[in-house]
């Protein structure tokens, strides 16, 4: 199949490698020709484990191709995919801008019939509002269908190859056949594709973003529960999360979730409950809990110093949003780094992939130590703000000589306090300790 994907950013990328894994031509869009130019030459612009090499072969292969040509781009395909930026507007709800501004292109230049897919987060109601801006230039017919996607960020290559499912909403039977077909090599072990109507198809996405959300803050509302009553939040997780209706996954403590998708996601569900006038009280707390648990070990800090953080230096293991990824968008640590300033503390910190980001938004507030061990050298505290597999069993040994005070506050919970203990650390964690 020929299939057109708009817009190559980090969804775009993924879904456009990916489908050309499974033997379609793919055209790659974008205006940006100074990365269009790097795709070209085989550089590849998002930090992704494993996609390198499926985007390399199917480069090489001849089945992956770019362009900032949009006519050039969806010659004969069948299918178009937008991948294209919602950025959250002023008031947090998504802006379409960009979707929309491809939809009127798309509706000049179409020369026969395609599915144009929303593959990105829009809100409820944006395939017809595409479908119409399309209409108002069409010459021929098309459909507009909704496909989210599920990818989580680290492990998007196999979220995609392996989807647990797959959700397009269309009421077209010839474009739920295309899709079918397309997507036929992705569920051969029996996941289900589930169509529905675009707006259902929408919402989904939205929900299943928020009721994760909501999982996780759940229980960081559990955990500093935990840590008033005297309970132990690995054992109360482990005790829920064999409850099927449950599941064990999502279920994991710390100091909030982050990234480019949970936060914004939340806030524009919100936002479209306000438009239709209903008042999503749990999304409200989602969001203020969330942000209250970002900094929440920074009081425990100050305490353990006499409520004093001046001259002081913490070490900062861990800057992502989560492990695997380079991506620092509303990370817990960035919060943290702001707080610690704040009380006057000097901060190094380290992270093995999100170093360069982090120079790009906030340059020489911090010292970038080489190593996760260069941080610690001399410093006053160690705090861990990203579960990087490499900070999971350090050396104890270099740990502890290099740090002044065996002390480490850790939003992930990586260690066992009994471990700890031994090992002679103040150690504060989520929901398990004081
Ligand atoms: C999330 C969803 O998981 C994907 O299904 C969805 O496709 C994607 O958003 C999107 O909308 O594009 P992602 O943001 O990449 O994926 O990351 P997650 O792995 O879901 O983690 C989100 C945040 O939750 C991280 O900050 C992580 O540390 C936190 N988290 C996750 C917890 O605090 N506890 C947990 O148990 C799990």
Redesign the pocket.
């Known amino acids: 199949m020929k299939i057109a994907v708009v817009g190559t950013g980090y969804?775009g990328l993924v879904t456009g490698t990916c489908f050309a894994e499974t033997g379609n031509y793919v055209s790659c869009i974008d205006i940006d020709a100074k990365k269009i130019e790097s795709l070209r030459k085989g550089k590849i612009t998002i930090y992704e484990p494993g996609l390198e090499v499926l985007f390399e072969r199917n480069r090489k292969e001849g089945r992956l191709t770019f362009t900032t040509d949009l006519v050039e781009g969806i010659k004969d395909a069948e299918v178009i995919f937008l991948a294209l930026p919602t950025p959250p507007g002023e008031d947090g709800s998504a802006d379409l801008k960009y979707i929309i501004g491809v939809a009127e292109n798309l509706g000049k230049v179409l020369d026969h019939y395609a599915v144009i897919v929303d593959k990105s987060?829009v809100p409820v109601g944006t395939a017809e509002k595409v479908s119409a801006k399309i209409a108002e230039n069409a010459k021929v017919d098309y459909d507009v269908v909704s496909n989210p996607?599920?990818?989580?960020?680290?492990?998007?290559v196999d979220?995609f190859m392996k989807p647990d499912r797959v959700v397009i909403g269309t009421k077209s039977d010839r474009a739920k056949a295309i899709m079918e077909r397309l997507y036929a090599p992705l569920v051969r072990q029996g996941n289900p594709v589930i169509f529905m109507d675009e707006r259902s198809a929408e919402m989904t996405?939205y929900a299943?973003?928020s009721f994760?959300?909501m999982?996780?803050t759940f229980?960081?509302e559990i955990a500093n529960l935990c840590e008033l009553a005297g309970a132990d939040v690995d054992n109360v997780r482990k005790g829920i999360g064999t409850d099927s209706r449950i599941g064990k996954?999502?279920?994991?403590?710390?100091?909030?979730?982050?990234?480019?998708?949970?936060p914004k996601?939340v806030q524009a569900l919100g936002k479209t409950a306000k438009e239709y006038g209903y008042d999503f009280k749990i999304l409200k707390s989602v969001m203020f809990v969330n942000d209250r648990q970002k900094t929440k070990l920074i009081p425990q800090l100050k305490a353990h110093f006499g409520g004093d953080l001046k001259g002081k230096t913490i070490a900062i293991w861990g800057l992502a949003?989560?492990p695997h990824?380079d991506?620092i968008r509303?990370?817990?640590a960035l919060y943290n780094i702001k707080a610690l300033k704040r009380a006057g503390a000097k901060v190094v910190v380290f992270d093995p992939e999100a170093v360069a980001n982090v120079r790009k938004e906030i340059g020489k507030k911090v010292k970038y130590a080489a190593s996760q061990y260069e941080a610690v050298q001399g410093a006053d505290a160690l705090m861990i703000m990203?579960?990087w597999p490499e900070f999971r069993t350090p050396d104890f040994d270099k740990l502890s000589s290099a740090l002044k005070n065996k002390v480490i506050f850790d939003g992930r919970n990586l260690y066992e306090l009994k471990d700890m203990a031994k090992l002679g650390y103040d150690y504060y964690s989520i929901g398990r300790d004081t």
């Open positions: 969804v987060t996607e599920f990818l989580r960020e680290g492990v998007a979220d996405k299943a973003n994760l959300a999982k996780i229980m960081n996954r999502f279920l994991f403590p710390g100091i909030g979730y982050g990234g480019s998708c949970f996601d949003f989560k990824t991506d509303e990370a817990p990203t579960e």
